[in-house]
């Protein structure tokens, strides 16, 4: 490990890890047919990714001009169905595994800091392959709130024994760039994921996992 290497990076879930958008639309489903409206597609689910499953029902909802008062009830029964087969079909983006598994074999401590909730975030880190490598985990429902607040973030890093200034954080929304500003903390993104790379302000963008151990030192190296 070099010394420009930081001390710690964080990594968000959803979108830049694991694309779990066919899980997630299938465990909706139900529910939106519960509440008597048209399930959403796949494509409507990914552009609705990254604000966690109270943030996806009001999208649901806003979607299909529903009223919002449901969202409450929706969310819980969303929950409760994706708790059955959180990682059936959600797929590690290629060379994720690896590149957390070498950054941490290289000293670095590894974070996950998620919307998601906690006990569904883990299942899918065991189920993938990510577990043994990830230091701490913080979901939305871990109690410092959600992103773009960046309490959640802020602890994850606390938590790894590190600071903002040593952390890189890594994500795929625009949600994660607002949540590492307000943390001063680096952040890179990823072009694979639910949000548009080129849109946001990151420090850096990470076109491939392969790269991503290069891009860090670069990255943590800047003033």
Known sequence: MT???????????????????????AALAP???????D???????????GHGAPGL?????????????????????FLDRYAEVPAARTTAYPGAVAAV??????????????????????????ALGFAPHVRVLVGGDSGHGMKPDPAPLLACIAALGATPGDTAYV??????????????????????GYGDASTLDADGVVPDFAGLAGLLGIAAGRG
């Open 171 to 192: 994500g795929n929304h625009a949600v994660d760039v607002e949540t590492a500003r307000a943390a001063g903390v680096r952040v890179l993104v990823v072009p694979f």
């Open 57 to 77: 029902l009001r999208g649901a909802l806003r979607l299909r001009a529903a009223d919002p008062g449901e969202a409450g009830w929706m969310t819980r029964g």
């Open 3 to 25: 010394a420009a290497w930081p001390r710690a990076v964080v990594f968000d879930l959803d979108g830049t890890l694991v694309d779990s958008v066919a899980d997630v639309t």
């Open 39 to 49: 399930p959403l597609s796949e494509a409507e689910v990914r552009s609705l990714m």
């Open 101 to 126: 598994a070498g950054l941490a074999a290289a000293g670095v401590a590894v974070g996950v800091c998620t919307n998601k909730a906690e006990a569904m975030a883990r299942a899918v880190l065991d």
């Open 31 to 37: 529910v939106m047919r519960e509440a008597r409206l």
